[in-house]
């Protein structure tokens, strides 16, 4: 019996959740007190597969399926408080993710 060629070795992919976002920003926008606009760092460990992002504002979801890294949001209450969350995901599920807290700007008084 004779031997055939040996097989080319097939390196082996592991597939994981993403790791958290990092660098979370939430400020108003210049001049605008309506406003909030969110930015983050995409995750140092994507693992391969494409990552997006569930972004929540005081606990609801208003973004999903996003695969950009910055969410504006307009028609907000002036001077108030907002808890954002980002969470990295992708085929796999959820991975990490990040928080933190912004304010909108004031309202000029009326004169």
Not at 20 to 47: E, H, K, R, Y
Not at 63 to 69: N, Q, Y
Request: charged residues 15%; glycine residues 10%.
């Amino acid at each position: 019996v004779r031997q055939g060629p040996y097989s080319t070795r097939v390196s082996e992919t592991t597939f994981e959740v993403p790791g958290a976002p990092t660098n979370l920003m939430i400020s108003p926008p210049s001049g605008s007190c309506d406003q909030l606009m969110v930015t983050w760092t995409a995750p140092s460990s994507t693992v391969g597969l494409p990552v997006r992002y569930k972004v929540y504002r005081n606990g609801d979801e208003v973004h999903s399926m996003r695969t950009t890294t910055t969410a504006t949001w307009s028609g907000l209450t002036g001077n108030t408080q907002y808890t954002v969350r980002v969470v990295a995901f992708n085929d796999l599920g959820d991975g990490g993710e990040v928080t933190g807290t912004g304010r909108t700007r004031p309202q000029a008084p009326s004169i």
